[in-house]
C-alpha cells in the first residue's frame, strides 16, 4: 500500500470527470451546430465518453490495487479494455465525415476498426492477460497475445493516428482565418494527445510511464475543452479573440466620403 | 484537354470571385467562357459562332464582340486571323492558364469551407 497508487487513481478520476463532462456539454451545444457537423459532433460525444467510461473502472482498478484487491483489480482492467477497444471508431468515423462528408463511406470504414476492437478484445479473453504488477504507482497488466498486441498498434494506434496527422497537415497547408486554424486544429491535436497516451497507458510495463501517460491524458482533455470553449486572455493570447462591434450607419460613410472628397 | 467546358462551372466560380469582389477577369463570365473556348483551341482558329454557343445564355452578340476587340484583341490574348475567326497568342496561353489556377483555388476554398463546416 502506498500513496502513488492513489495519485494514479486521482489523475484517472480527474480524466473522467473532465472527459464525462466535455462529452455533456458538447451533447447540449447540439442546437448550435447544423445538420452538416452534427454527425461529427455526435461522434466526439462518444469518443469522450468512451475515454471516460475507459478510465472510470482504472481508476477502481488503482483504488483495488491500493487496497490488494487483485481479483477487482483484474476485472476492472478486463472491463475499461472494452470500451478502450472502441474509442478508434467514433475517431475514425470524425475524421472521414469532416474530410470525405459522406455518412455511409464513414460508418463502413469505421466498422472495420469495430472489427479491429472486437478480435483485439476476443483475443484478450481468450488468451488471458499476466498480471497484475503492482508497483509504487502503478498496477501493470500484460497481454497474453502477439496477435492482440499487433492488431492494437496496427488498427487502434498507427492508422487512426496517421488520420489525425494526415488532417492536421490539409489543414496546415491551407491559408484560413487564424480563428479557424486555432478551432479546427487544437481539438484534433487534443484528441491525438489523449488518444496516443491512453494507448501508451495500455500498452506499457514501465510504472512511471503509465502515471506519465495519464497525465498527457488529462492535459490532452483539458486541452480539447479549452479548444472548444477558449477563455478571454486565451483567445487575447492567441489573437482570436472577435472584435465586439456595430455596424456602421451607411449615411454616415457618404458623408465621410464627400468629406474626403472635398479635402 | 477536355473538350467540355462546364458553363455551370464557370458561372459558379465568376459568383465566388465577384463576392471577394473581383468583377473583372476571373470573376467575369464572358472572360472566363471566351478564354475557355480560346484555350480550347490552342493552335486553331476559333470561330466567333463557337463562342456565341457557350456565351450566348449571358450576353448578346455586341457585348461579346466588343469584349474580344477590347479585351481580348487589344492586350494581345488573340490575333484576328479572319472574319470572325481568331488564334489565342502565348499571352492568351499564360492568362487561359491562370483561369485554370483561379478554378483550382475556387474548388481547393470550397472544399476547404466544406471541411470547417462539418467540424463541430
Redo the contacts between chains.
Keep these: 500500500m502506498n500513496a502513488g497508487l492513489l495519485v494514479n487513481a486521482t489523475i484517472c478520476f480527474a480524466i473522467t470527470i473532465s472527459s464525462f463532462a466535455f462529452a455533456w456539454v ?1 451533447a447540449r451545444s447540439e442546437d448550435e ?2 445538420d ?6 455526435w461522434s ?1 460525444v462518444i469518443l469522450w465518453s468512451l475515454v471516460g467510461l475507459t478510465y472510470l473502472p482504472t481508476t477502481i482498478r488503482m483504488v483495488a490495487a491500493y487496497l490488494g484487491r487483485e481479483n477487482l483489480d483484474l476485472m476492472m482492467y478486463s472491463l475499461a479494455a472494452i470500451p478502450f477497444s472502441f474509442v478508434a471508431v467514433p475517431l475514425v468515423f470524425f475524421i472521414l ?3 470525405v ?1 459522406n455518412k455511409k463511406i464513414s460508418a463502413y470504414i469505421s466498422l472495420l476498426f469495430v472489427l479491429f476492437g472486437a478480435s483485439y478484445l476476443m483475443l484478450l479473453f481468450t488468451k488471458g492477460v499476466i498480471g497484475p504488477f503492482v508497483s509504487n504507482y502503478s498496477s501493470l497488466f500484460t497481454i497474453n497475445s502477439d496477435i492482440a498486441i499487433n492488431i492494437y498498434l496496427m488498427g487502434l494506434f498507427v492508422i487512426p493516428t496517421a488520420m489525425i496527422i494526415g488532417f492536421l497537415l ?1 489543414i496546415f497547408l ?1 491559408k ?1 482565418p487564424k480563428h ?1 486554424r486555432y ?2 486544429a487544437l ?1 484534433l491535436v487534443a484528441i491525438s494527445f489523449v488518444f496516443d497516451f491512453m494507448l501508451t497507458d495500455m500498452i506499457t510495463m514501465v510504472d512511471v510511464m503509465q502515471l506519465v501517460a495519464r497525465i498527457f491524458v488529462l492535459i490532452g482533455t483539458v486541452q480539447a475543452f479549452l479548444a472548444y470553449f477558449p477563455p478571454l486572455t486565451l483567445q487575447e493570447k492567441l489573437g482570436i479573440k472577435k472584435y465586439q462591434y456595430e455596424l456602421y450607419d451607411d449615411e454616415d460613410l457618404d458623408i465621410d466620403v464627400e468629406d474626403d472628397l472635398d479635402v | 484537354m477536355s473538350d467540355d467546358i462546364d458553363v455551370e462551372l464557370e458561372q459558379a466560380v465568376a459568383e465566388f470571385y465577384q463576392s471577394l469582389g473581383i468583377h473583372q477577369g476571373p470573376g467575369d463570365i464572358q472572360y472566363r467562357l471566351i478564354l475557355k473556348v480560346l484555350g480550347r483551341n490552342e493552335g486553331k482558329i476559333t470561330e466567333f459562332s463557337e463562342i456565341r454557343k457557350y456565351t450566348d445564355q449571358f450576353a448578346d452578340k455586341g457585348s461579346i464582340g466588343s469584349k474580344m476587340k477590347t479585351v481580348f484583341q487589344l492586350e494581345g490574348l488573340v490575333e484576328k486571323v479572319k472574319r470572325g475567326g481568331y488564334v489565342i497568342t502565348d499571352k492568351g496561353i499564360t492568362a487561359s492558364n491562370f483561369l485554370k489556377d483561379s478554378t483550382a483555388f475556387y474548388k481547393k476554398n470550397k472544399r476547404m469551407g466544406e471541411i470547417i463546416e462539418r467540424m463541430p
Excluded: E, F, N, W
Design positions: 458538447l451546430h447544423t452538416k457537423s452534427k454527425p461529427a459532433l466526439l465525415y469532416v474530410i462528408g490539409l491551407q484560413m479557424l478551432r479546427t481539438p
